[in-house]
């Protein structure tokens, strides 16, 4: 089977990768990218630490596929050539993980876990009340791949919920707010604010103490989006005067988040280092090849990011 798919990642274990792709792709030929390799013929690479100069040593690279969904880094990467298609990451694999992660924080928020721990290690017996999921308004910004599966999983956990995006959508049992004219009413009240946006130069800093102050007081932030879309001592402002309760904070500014950063010993910003949700190489792989052979059937690629757009 002649090779289709270059494998281009510092760090990416290739055993895995070609295990996955032998089980869920076996007509794919997958190679594995190698220092100053030369790969004339080959259309397709993957990757997300891409090893140096594979775009000139792939003149007919075609379709990049990002194993992630934020393609920040390589909208602003001028080294990859402009009739480049750069696919975004969409497999049920990086899906559910995130549904997973968001689901696990709302209901940290929810039910105030932090404030049964803090009992439990002062040996206090309290008493805790909440309203119903249903009574609790969580909104998502971001009503892409991730923040649409996210926000049908709250919604089926009960949970009155909104969504925010640039363009107008239906989702059914979900309100959904669309345009920046309409951040105010999507924001109004809310108490559970999750933020699933690309980063582009309109979300940058998005999370701010604007936003905060339209939440309901005592409200709670989860950020899986990008760190650079939080305005980092408007949150500090925010979590010290009551507007905001708590913060469960996934991605930073700088990452790893040193050492020395307040975030760390703050008693209400709950950190996880860039872990919410990872591609899964068997369903990638599956996804993938779903996505050559559209192409190659002449069907075109599907998550394709928009280099005006920024995402
Ligand atoms: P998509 O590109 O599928 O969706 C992006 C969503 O954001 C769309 O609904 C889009 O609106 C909306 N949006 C973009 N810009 C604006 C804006 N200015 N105002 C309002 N809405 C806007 O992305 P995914 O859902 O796949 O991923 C979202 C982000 O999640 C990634 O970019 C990445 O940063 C982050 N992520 C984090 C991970 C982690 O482990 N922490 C893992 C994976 C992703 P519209 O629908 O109108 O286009
Ligand atoms: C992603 C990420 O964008 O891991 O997929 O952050």
Redesign the pocket.
């Known amino acids: 089977m002649s090779a289709r798919l270059v494998l281009s990642d510092i760090g990416a274990n290739f055993a895995a990768w070609e295990s996955a792709f032998r089980k869920a792709a076996p007509d794919v030929g997958l190679v594995h990218d190698q220092p100053q390799r030369e790969l004339p013929g080959i259309r397709y690479c993957m990757t997300w630490k891409p090893l140096p100069g594979v775009y000139d040593r792939m003149p007919d690279l075609t379709a990049l596929f990002v194993l992630?969904?934020?393609?920040?880094r390589f909208l602003a990467d001028a080294t990859i050539p402009p009739q480049v298609r750069i696919v975004?990451?969409?497999e049920p694999g990086?899906?559910q993980?995130?549904e997973h992660?968001v689901l696990w924080q709302v209901l940290n928020h929810h039910r105030r876990f932090w404030e049964i721990e803090a009992a439990q290690r002062a040996a206090r017996w309290i008493d805790q009340t909440y309203p119903a999921p249903w009574a609790r308004k969580v909104g998502v910004?971001?009503?892409?791949?991730?923040?649409?599966?996210v926000a049908r999983r709250l919604k089926s956990f009960g949970f009155d919920t909104s969504?925010?995006?640039?363009?107008?959508?239906t989702i059914a049992d979900v309100t959904v707010f669309?345009?920046?004219d309409r951040?105010d009413a999507f924001l109004k009240d809310l108490e559970i604010l999750v933020c699933?946006?690309?980063?582009?130069p309109?979300?940058q800093g998005?999370l701010n103490a604007d936003v905060f102050r339209h939440l309901a007081p005592g409200a709670g932030l989860i950020n899986?989006?990008?760190g650079a879309q939080l305005n980092e001592a408007d949150l500090l402002s925010a979590l010290e005067s009551g507007q905001l309760a708590a913060a469960s904070l996934?991605?930073f500014a700088a990452e790893p988040l040193p050492a020395a950063h307040p975030f760390w010993r703050h008693d209400r910003i709950f950190i996880t280092p860039?872990?919410?949700?990872?591609v899964d190489p068997e369903s990638a792989a599956l996804a993938i090849k779903r996505q050559i052979d559209r192409f190659e059937a002449g069907q075109g690629l599907e998550?394709i990011?928009d280099r005006a757009?920024?995402?």
């Open positions: 992630g969904a934020g393609v920040e975004k990451m969409a990086l899906t993980a995130m992660y910004m971001g009503l892409g791949t991730l923040g649409e599966a969504g925010w995006s640039r363009s107008a959508k669309s345009g920046t951040i699933l946006l690309p980063l582009t309109e979300t998005i899986v989006g990008r996934d991605v860039h872990l919410a949700a990872d998550h990011a757009r920024g995402y």
